[in-house]
């Protein structure tokens, strides 16, 4: 075995699922009366989110959904992100797009706009024909996505 597959926590997002499951907090979940663990939820992020919040949801008896956040990229750093987008249209910005005036520049609004249609995109592929859940009220969501660059579409 390599020195780097020694080191590795999960072998791969269904282990990591399971792991997740197995963590005493979460198994008390799994204990519950069904009248009391329907009130919690399993929602994940497109791609890899979806693999582990699956798993997690499967191992711990849970309702399983997807939402599909998108990130607004800043212009000239694509990698660096300003603001998120849902497939509802939802826009979250950060407080750098504030700051700087980006907000309302014609790049930013036709970015978040291609966002948004992507967004809309994966979602009617993820998805298809099956319905979101109607209400988060009153729920306890466990959000799940297999990684973590700059936070904002959490």
């Not at 979806?50 to 798993?55: A, H, K, L, Y």
């Not at 249609?117 to 306890?140: C, D, F, H, M, V």
């Amino acid at each position: 075995m390599s020195a780097d597959r020694k080191n590795l926590i999960f072998r791969d997002r269904i282990d990591a699922g399971c792991q997740l499951a197995a963590h005493p907090d979460l198994q008390k979940i799994k204990s519950l009366p069904l009248n009391e663990k329907n009130s919690y939820l399993v929602i994940s992020l497109p791609r890899g989110g979806t693999v582990v919040g699956d798993e997690l949801a499967k191992q711990l008896k849970l309702t399983h959904d997807l939402v599909f956040p998108r990130k607004i990229p800043c212009p000239g750093q694509p990698e660096f992100a300003i603001g998120a987008v849902s497939e509802l249209g939802d826009v979250i910005w950060n407080d750098y797009a504030r700051q700087e005036n980006l907000i309302d520049k014609p790049n930013v609004q036709q970015s978040k706009d291609k966002q948004i249609q992507e967004a809309k995109r994966r979602k009617n592929i993820y998805r298809g024909q099956r319905k979101p859940l109607e209400s988060l009220s009153g729920k306890t969501v466990i959000l799940v996505d297999d990684g973590l660059a700059t936070g904002i579409n959490i």
